[in-house]
């Protein structure tokens, strides 16, 4: 059994338990970015984020106490190729994509998957929130939200086909968050009480705008209201997305006449890009109409059990940690799906993943193309 070990605690009680149901485990480190990664002194290098090198150093020692070997392998121009350039790609079209998504479909479970099973591995296991099952009936094997709600990790998983679940387990996927930190602690695991990570894959926690300004260059332009009236000068579409509040250099200001759905002092949010005229449009107010979409449409589908659902009232997410909401599936062939709400989704990205849902069973999903209202 190959586990893939990132220097977190799930990872590391993914390995222990592993070992106490009998495994030969080895552990293998995946080093995916090293553009700006170097050796750091201390756990925070000089710009104020956490490098792969201090991830390795806890892997290592987590390996130690739990009594396993450890690979580093390097998966960087993997991570490149496959990842990276459509991360690039999606931005500069104006979208808003998730790496981790294709991360995991690319990375964790095709190329380490691949490189484990070179390794005469049976099987794979990383420390995701989520749980595979066999169904008997239809004989394939599904895709489940992890039993901790606040942990569950099935929607940056959706795009697994039946091969990588079929070679994969997920051992804290049935597990609460409070138990895995409890058993870490109780075997004296090193990395015990380290913080989750909320960076994305690569870049970790560091200043998002200021990582993308070295690879997508500046292109101002104008931040229109929804009356059309020129209030601001964005960086450039690329840098902003849907929904976003924080950092458009407009806060505070009073447009008479401009707010539908807030005060004359509620918050600015983006609701929409036109790359055409390079304007980023903004509006007040969190229920403005232009936030609201009743449908969508999203392209690229990818299915877990090789096919669209065949059910149509179903629950889907429209970005991480939201709760599912009810839709109903439409138009679903080998190019997208169609979507429509029973209540009006905020924000609706392009370039984010809609996932869907039947009760805990993850079915799958596609990369939003567009947002609509009724």
Request: neutral net charge.
């Amino acid at each position: 059994m190959v586990v893939g070990l990132s220097g977190g605690v799930d990872s590391a009680v993914t390995a222990w338990l592993l070992k106490q149901q009998g495994y030969e485990v080895i552990g293998i480190f995946m080093k995916n970015w090293e553009d700006d990664d170097r050796p750091a002194a201390s756990a925070v290098d000089d710009a104020g984020y956490c490098t792969s090198n201090i991830d390795f150093v806890d892997a290592a020692a987590v390996a130690d106490v739990i009594g396993i070997e450890i690979e580093h392998v390097n998966f960087a121009a993997e991570y490149k190729d496959r990842v990276f350039s459509e991360f690039l790609r999606e931005y500069s079209c104006g979208r808003t994509p998730n790496p981790d998504i294709l991360c995991n479909a690319e990375i964790k479970f095709k190329a380490f998957l691949d490189h484990a099973l070179r390794l005469g591995a049976d099987k794979i296991a990383t420390g995701h929130y989520a749980r595979v099952r066999f169904n008997q009936h239809t004989q394939r094997h599904e895709l489940l939200k992890g039993l901790d709600p606040s942990k569950d990790q099935s929607y940056f998983l959706h795009r697994l086909n039946q091969t990588q679940l079929t070679n994969t387990l997920f051992p804290v996927g049935a597990l609460h968050k409070a138990e895995v930190r409890r058993i870490a602690l109780e075997i004296g695991l090193p990395n015990a009480k380290k913080k989750d990570s909320t960076g994305i894959c690569f870049i970790g926690e560091r200043p998002f705008r200021d990582f993308l300004t070295r690879y997508i260059a500046k292109a101002p332009g104008p931040i229109k209201n929804d009356k059309g009236h020129t209030i601001g000068e964005h960086v450039g579409l690329s840098f902003y997305t849907l929904g976003q509040r924080q950092g458009l250099g407009i806060g505070g200001l009073k447009v008479k006449g401009a707010q539908r759905g807030g005060g004359d002092h509620a918050p600015w949010f983006v609701a929409r890009k036109d790359l055409e005229k390079n304007t980023l449009w903004v509006v007040q107010g969190h229920a403005h109409p232009w936030l609201l979409s009743h449908q969508l449409r999203a392209l690229d589908p990818s299915w877990v059990s090789g096919a669209a659902p065949s059910t149509t009232l179903l629950a889907a997410k429209t970005r991480y940690r939201q709760a599912d909401a009810s839709c109903t599936l439409s138009e679903a062939d080998s190019n997208g799906f169609s979507l429509e709400f029973a209540q009006a989704q905020w924000a609706v990205t392009p370039g984010q993943s809609a996932v869907l849902y039947d009760g805990d069973v993850c079915l799958g999903g596609g990369v939003i193309f567009q947002g609509l209202p009724d």
